[in-house]
C-alpha cells in the first residue's frame, strides 16, 4: 500500500512539472528574448545582453499612448465595475425576494454568453448612439462585459458580513447606503481586492473588443498595438515583441503587488458582534 501511494505521489509531482514547464518555458522565453540582439523563436541563453530592444519600443508611439489608453479604458472600466457591482450585490445578499434568484440564475447565463457572438449588434448600436471609436463607450461595454461574474462575486463575499452589524448602524440612524460604504466594504476588503483584480486582468488581455469598438489607431490600447510587431510574410521582431511584453506585463503585476496584502489578510470580523 505505501508503495502505490508513493508512485501516485510520483506521478502527480510528474504532472504537475510537465504543467509548469509549459508555464515556465514561454516566460523564459520573454525574459531572455527581451535581452537579445538576435532572439528568435527558440529559448536560448543571449550571446551578449543588450537593451538595444527596449531602446527600440520606448517612444510615444509604440508604448508610451498605447499603454496610457489602456490604463485609461481599463482602469475607468474597472472602477465602473466594481461599483455596479457592489450595488447590485448588496440589495441580493441582504434581502429576501422571489426575484433573487431569477435574477441570479439570468447573471449567471450573461457569464456564458461569448463576446463574439454579440459583437455585431452592440457594433450597430454603438453606431447608432454615436458612442463607436470612443473610449467611453469601451470604458462601458468593458464594465458591462465584466459585471455579471463581479456581481457573483461580490455578493459571495457580501455574504460573509454579519448582518448584525448593519442593524447597529441602522439603529443609529444610517442609511443602507451609508451602511455598505462604511460598513460592509471595509470589512469586505479582500473581497473587493479580488473583484477588482480580477475585472482589470480580463479587460487588460482583451484584443477583440478595442479592436471592434476603436477606429483611431491614436485611441488603441497595447493590446492591440502588439499587433503591430507582427510584420508582413512572417517578420516578426522578436526581440521587441519581448521587450513590449515585459513592460506589457508590468501594471498587471504592480497591481496584484499593491493588493496582495489585502488578498490574503481575511475578513476582518473576529470579535465584530460581540456582546
Known amino acids: 500500500?505505501?508503495?502505490?501511494?508513493?508512485?501516485?505521489?510520483?506521478?502527480?509531482?510528474?504532472?504537475?512539472?510537465?504543467?509548469?514547464?509549459?508555464?515556465?518555458?514561454?516566460l523564459a522565453w520573454v525574459l531572455l528574448s527581451c535581452v537579445d540582439a538576435h532572439a528568435d523563436l527558440k529559448v536560448k541563453?543571449?550571446?551578449?545582453?543588450?537593451?538595444?530592444?527596449?531602446?527600440?519600443?520606448?517612444?510615444?508611439?509604440?508604448?508610451?499612448?498605447?499603454?496610457?489608453?489602456?490604463?485609461?479604458?481599463?482602469?475607468?472600466?474597472?472602477?465602473?465595475?466594481?461599483?455596479c457591482a457592489a450595488l447590485a450585490a448588496y440589495p441580493l445578499s441582504r434581502f429576501r425576494s422571489r426575484l433573487n434568484r431569477p435574477f441570479l440564475l439570468t447573471?449567471?447565463?450573461?457569464?456564458?454568453?461569448?463576446?463574439?457572438?454579440?459583437?455585431?449588434?452592440?457594433?450597430a448600436l454603438f453606431?447608432?448612439?454615436?458612442?463607436?471609436?470612443?473610449?467611453?463607450?469601451?470604458?462601458?461595454?468593458f464594465a458591462a462585459s465584466q459585471l455579471p461574474f463581479a456581481i457573483w462575486l461580490m455578493k459571495n463575499f457580501m455574504d460573509s458580513v454579519p448582518k448584525e452589524l448593519e442593524e447597529a448602524a441602522w439603529t443609529?440612524?444610517?442609511?443602507?447606503?451609508?451602511?455598505?460604504?462604511?460598513?460592509?466594504?471595509?470589512l469586505m476588503g479582500p473581497g473587493v481586492a479580488v473583484v477588482t483584480v480580477f475585472s482589470f486582468v480580463m479587460m487588460w488581455g482583451n484584443f477583440f473588443v478595442p479592436f471592434m469598438l476603436l477606429l483611431t489607431p491614436d485611441q488603441m490600447p497595447a493590446s492591440?498595438?502588439?499587433?503591430?510587431?507582427?510584420?508582413?510574410?512572417?517578420?516578426?521582431?522578436?526581440?521587441?515583441?519581448?521587450?513590449?511584453?515585459?513592460?506589457?506585463?508590468?501594471?498587471?503585476?504592480?497591481?496584484?503587488?499593491?493588493?496582495?496584502?489585502?488578498?490574503g489578510g481575511g475578513f476582518a470580523l473576529g470579535g465584530a458582534v460581540k456582546g
Open 224 to 263: 492591440v498595438s502588439i499587433n503591430e510587431f507582427f510584420g508582413n510574410r512572417g517578420m516578426v521582431a522578436y526581440g521587441q515583441l519581448a521587450a513590449f511584453s515585459v513592460i506589457y506585463s508590468t501594471p498587471v503585476i504592480l497591481l496584484y503587488v499593491l493588493v496582495a496584502r489585502r488578498l
Open 127 to 141: 453606431v447608432r448612439v454615436n458612442l463607436i471609436d470612443t473610449l467611453q463607450g469601451t470604458i462601458f461595454f
Open 172 to 186: 443609529d440612524g444610517a442609511s443602507s447606503l451609508q451602511s455598505l460604504v462604511r460598513i460592509v466594504l471595509p
Open 45 to 83: 541563453l543571449p550571446d551578449g545582453v543588450t537593451f538595444a530592444n527596449f531602446d527600440a519600443i520606448l517612444t510615444p508611439d509604440v508604448v508610451y499612448t498605447p499603454l496610457l489608453n489602456s490604463l485609461i479604458l481599463c482602469g475607468g472600466a474597472t472602477a465602473l465595475t466594481v461599483v
Open 1 to 26: 500500500m505505501p508503495r502505490y501511494r508513493r508512485s501516485r505521489r510520483l506521478a502527480a509531482d510528474a504532472g504537475l512539472i510537465t504543467v509548469a514547464a509549459g508555464f515556465a518555458l514561454p
Open 107 to 123: 447573471v449567471l447565463f450573461a457569464t456564458s454568453l461569448p463576446i463574439t457572438a454579440i459583437m455585431v449588434p452592440v457594433y
